[in-house]
DNA sequence: CGTACTGAATTGTTGAACAATCCTGCAAGG
DNA sequence: CCTTGCAGGATTGTTCAACAATTCAGTACG
């Protein structure tokens, strides 16, 4: 028996690279992009026909991409109504930051387990949304920073937490669309992300926690307040 | 203008028993219940033209409610070979209880801004489970017991967080099935239900929280242990 | 004993069809 | 002026049939 072979587990770990994704998945994939980047703006309503047209996909193929992003909530399916972009409300965008409280400030809690890849992959975030501010690509910034809270979240090391995680992260780009200031609204979070990466690697995980909390509470203000500016 | 009359916002909450819910959906809150009821054991094989013709439904609306049952990971979808009840390794029951202790812990730490809804919620969940024991019906005494953590994270009154400890759960079922012995493994953790509620109704949540640790500790590892023993 | 091949079975995807439902516009009536 | 009711068209829900792509089991062959 060679079954306990090393090269046997490393083979392993590629398989997700060799099978083919279904038709299905990868509509879902553009369809995700689109929305997140803001060209199907909250509220677009999605029909079969056109978006099946468009894609050279057959309906039923799209109806299964449908499926798959209203279970991540990016879309909403209102029977015999049709498929729409999510619209977020102030409470949505309440409840995804206690989620994301809850996740994130566990997982910090943890980072003294972490192994340093998952601290690096903090630092990593970090730097490239320095390197984006710098340029001036402020949505770029906004796309680094998002990047930075999932590495935090990833210090939980835990499969399901990173997947929980990016699915509220993207959900959580809908209500980005209401800031009309990308640059007011991601830049100054840059600093406190350098401040959380240097607390993490200091060890100093009490005060890297709080300062998290303080990050939480200032985002979901500022988020809930452009909110109610647009009488959402 | 009459927008603001109360009996509208009455009304609005009655919406969600109104729309009906489509084929799939149906088909899926079946085979839903099929497996985690233990009907369907974990490897069984779903074949698109069987389950069609056992269901009266068309391959199509059946491939509708795989998929949603793939996203909710109780099914696993192998490209070109079928779709297979999700087979659960000790390292996913790991990953379980580590998000599992992140989402309930940050939850019971809440309890204090908890309405008292939400903590009844906690003590039916545990008297549901005494009368399911003194009657001898252990698989109830499971679901109770799975009712009571749904109300530790319902604590948290977040609907994202339900909504993912609702999956957490019905992913941890299928692990079930590997104890063969249900009053063995459920019926220890009654009394455990019981202090943790009493501790949250006296507000002594730092002892409830800790009570709650201990919980996790001996059910994880009585479950990995039953994984090794199986040569899981 | 291992390999290559063949054919059957299953899934992936499409297109068309029909029923059920929703939306729009218009006409009638208060 | 505003509501109500009623076509008619448009869209979704669901099924069916077909074919391409792929896997699987068995078999012959070296």
Chains 1, 2 share one sequence.
């Not at 279970?71 to 209102?78: A, I």
């Not at 999510?86 to 566990?106: F, G, N, Q």
């Not at 990593?124 to 984006?132: F, K, N, S």
């Not at 402020?138 to 990016?166: I, Y």
Request: glycine fraction near 6%; aromatic fraction near 6%; hydrophobic fraction near 45%.
């Amino acid at each position: 028996m060679t079954t306990t072979d090393p090269w046997v587990d490393l083979l392993a770990g590629e398989r997700s690279l060799l099978d083919r994704t279904s038709t299905a998945e990868r509509v879902a994939d553009v369809l995700r992009q689109r929305i997140i980047e803001g060209a199907l703006p909250p509220g677009s309503r999605l029909s079969e026909e056109s978006a099946g047209r468009a894609l050279a996909v057959s309906r039923n193929t799209l109806r299964e991409a449908f499926r798959l992003l209203v279970h991540e909530r990016l879309l909403v399916h209102e029977f015999h109504r049709g498929v729409f972009v999510r619209k977020l409300t102030a409470d949505d965008v309440v409840d995804l930051y206690r989620i994301r409280r809850m996740l994130e400030t566990s997982a910090i809690r943890r980072a003294g387990d972490a192994d340093g890849e998952r601290v690096a992959a903090l630092d990593a975030a970090v730097r490239a949304g320095e390197t984006a501010s710098a340029e001036h690509r402020w949505l770029d910034v906004g796309t680094a920073n998002m990047r930075f809270h999932q590495a935090v979240a990833g210090l939980a090391g835990s499969p399901r937490v990173d997947e929980t995680m990016r699915q509220l992260l993207a959900e959580l780009r809908l209500a980005f669309h209401v800031m009309s200031r990308p640059r007011e609204f991601h830049e100054p979070y840059l600093a406190a992300n350098r401040a959380i990466t240097d607390l993490v690697t200091a060890g100093e995980i009490g005060a890297a926690e709080r300062r998290l909390e303080d990050y939480f509470d200032a985002a979901e203000a500022q988020l809930v307040e452009a909110y109610r500016e647009l009488a959402g």
